[in-house]
Structure formats: structure tokens, C-alpha cells
């Protein structure tokens, strides 16, 4: 997009997902300023991330990222986007930045019933209610899943997370 990236990742282990932030706030930084003749940080803030519930939510999400060129009017299909996964995951054109998920494999048993498969995921429009939850999951860097899924999180990290952390600091 013009003015902001979205990254869908699985991250390997805890640090995973710091580590590939560093690193491109590192190298892609560096590049940008070496090849335009600039300096500074292209990015103002810090990146925001959240843990999406990917049995309900992961496909969602990729569907939510590969329209969002085409809801900015950007192309009209999200095939065009030069910057989109879509071309690997439904065309099945190569890209070596992009490892298919677990979910995505199981989309169909052969390279082809997974790409048509993948394909039929855009045959509708992302509910209003669904587009809205995981931008306010991304701006907010809250967990995308249900209150069970929500529960699981605040057990593993031992502290409320989302709108109750939210709720419990202003209460203070």
C-alpha cells in the first residue's frame, strides 16, 4: 500500500517475528536511503501486531490483505497488486519470501485443488463486521479471535490483553 504494509507470519519461535522486524527495519532501511540518497527511518512508530486465531480467522485475514489494494481502488483484482501474495496462492506463481501455512496446505491435496480453492475464497465480499474487527485487532495490536481464544492468551502470558487490558488500566 501507499502509506502502510501488512505482513501475515507465522513466526518460527518467540523472538521470530522481532528478529524479521529488526532485520528489515535494518537492511530494507538501509537500502532505501543508499538507493534514493536519503536518511532516517521511512517509518513513523513502531510496527503493531497481533495474534489472530488462525483455526477461524487466518483465511480471513489473507483475504483481508489481498483486497485491500483493490477496497483502495488501486487495481480491480487483487491478481494485479504487485505486491501481493494472491499471484502464489491462487496462480501458483513462485515466490521464495513466501512459505504456505499449514491452513493453506489444507486447502486441497494438490498444488492446483488448493490454488482453485483459494481462488473460491474471493468469490464473496469480506463481511463489513469481519473487515472491521481485524483492522481494529491491527490498529489496536489486540488478539483476532473469539473470547476463548482470548481466555488462552491471557492464561500463556498471566495478564488480561484487548479491550479487558484496555478496561483494567483505566479502572486503576
Given at each position: 500500500m501507499t502509506n502502510h504494509s501488512h505482513l501475515l507470519m507465522t513466526p518460527s519461535d518467540e523472538w521470530g517475528l522481532s528478529r524479521v522486524m529488526q532485520s528489515l527495519g535494518r537492511c530494507y532501511v538501509q537500502y532505501i536511503n543508499k538507493t534514493y540518497r536519503r536518511t532516517g527511518t521511512l517509518w513513523k512508530g513502531h510496527h503493531k501486531s497481533s495474534l489472530v486465531d488462525a483455526d477461524r480467522y487466518l483465511l480471513a485475514c489473507y483475504r483481508y490483505i489481498e483486497l485491500n489494494p483493490v477496497r483502495a481502488c488501486m487495481v480491480s483484482h487483487p491478481a494485479e497488486y504487485p505486491w501481493s501474495s494472491f499471484r502464489a496462492n491462487a496462480l501458483g506463481e513462485g515466490n521464495k519470501l513466501l512459505t504456505q501455512h499449514a491452513l493453506y496446505l489444507s486447502l486441497g491435496t494438490s498444488a492446483s485443488v488448493r490454488q482453485?480453492?483459494?481462488?473460491s475464497l474471493f468469490n464473496n465480499e469480506l463481511d463489513n463486521v469481519l473487515i472491521n474487527d481485524i483492522r481494529k485487532s491491527a490498529s489496536f495490536s489486540m488478539?483476532?479471535?473469539?473470547?476463548?481464544?482470548?481466555?488462552?492468551?491471557?492464561?500463556?502470558?498471566?495478564?488480561?490483553?484487548?479491550?479487558?487490558?484496555?478496561?483494567?488500566a483505566t479502572e486503576e
Open positions: 482453485e480453492g483459494y481462488q488478539p483476532l479471535g473469539n473470547s476463548r481464544f482470548q481466555q488462552q492468551i491471557e492464561g500463556a502470558l498471566s495478564r488480561k490483553v484487548g479491550y479487558a487490558r484496555m478496561r483494567a
